[in-house]
């Protein structure tokens, strides 16, 4: 059985800029959930996908979008990027919704944005 | 301003001492959750508690949720280096909302 994967691992954008993240999630789950975590801080919910449906989304801005696909991967995309938007993106993957499921997270995205 | 606020912030020990850390909101959760993070990984479920009052133990780690749901508490007993990380509560207010994280404290444990 193969865990959740994210794609790349580390990427360094500048201000302005698009970015694409990815998450592959483990086999037989139909949910995944994306967090932002900055340093020292604690993930913060940026929304979930339950069966290619947005289900949920916490407070990000508009520029925060996803998407997921039949085989229940997802990605993450994010519009004009903002120095503040340096953080580790992590996806978590769950047989169901979030909220009534152990969801099992992936090693997670570190994004710099100079 | 934190749902849920975790005190110590840091805290670092001698292997074989024990630790407690604790998990604190003004607001009641259905369900509260425990998470290990590790440098370079994803959050690893450790524990569901739901009941107030409720302790679980997995090996030398005990679980306790206060009885009116508003906070928790995680204990080690005889601490290890491999207990060494972010430890991380979660709550959700209603069954079936998505957890809310608080920001965790960094734990080490010296050899």
């Known amino acids: 059985e193969t865990g959740v994967t994210q794609s790349p691992t580390h990427l360094i954008k500048t201000r302005g800029q698009q970015v694409t993240l990815r998450c592959s999630s483990q086999s037989g789950h139909n949910t995944v959930s994306w967090y932002q975590q900055a340093l020292g801080q604690g993930p913060q919910f940026i929304f979930q996908y339950y069966r290619e449906e947005e289900n949920g989304r916490g407070n990000f801005p508009p520029r925060f979008s996803g998407l997921q696909f039949p085989n229940y991967s997802s990605e993450l995309n994010v519009n004009a990027l903002e120095l503040d938007d340096s953080a580790l993106y992590l996806c978590?993957?769950?047989?169901?919704?979030?909220?009534?499921?152990?969801?099992?997270f992936g090693p997670g995205t570190r994004l710099t944005v100079l | 301003t934190q749902l849920l606020e975790q005190s110590p912030q840091f805290l670092s020990i001698q292997e074989g001492e024990n630790l407690t850390v604790y998990c604190n909101s003004s607001?009641?959760?259905?369900?509260l959750q425990w998470y290990r993070q590790e440098p370079g990984e994803g959050p690893v479920l450790l524990v569901t508690v739901v009941t107030g009052g409720e302790v679980k133990k997995l090996k030398r780690l005990t679980f306790q949720f206060g009885d009116a749901r508003k906070d928790s508490s995680l204990h080690i007993t005889a601490a290890q280096p491999g207990d060494t990380g972010l430890y991380l509560c979660?709550?959700?207010?209603?069954?079936?909302?998505?957890?809310?994280f608080g920001p965790g404290t960094r734990l080490s444990v010296l050899p």
């Open positions: 978590a993957s769950s047989p169901g919704l979030a909220g009534n499921n152990e969801q099992f």
């Open positions: 607001s009641v959760f259905s369900s």
């Open positions: 979660a709550g959700a207010r209603n069954y079936g909302q998505n957890f809310v």
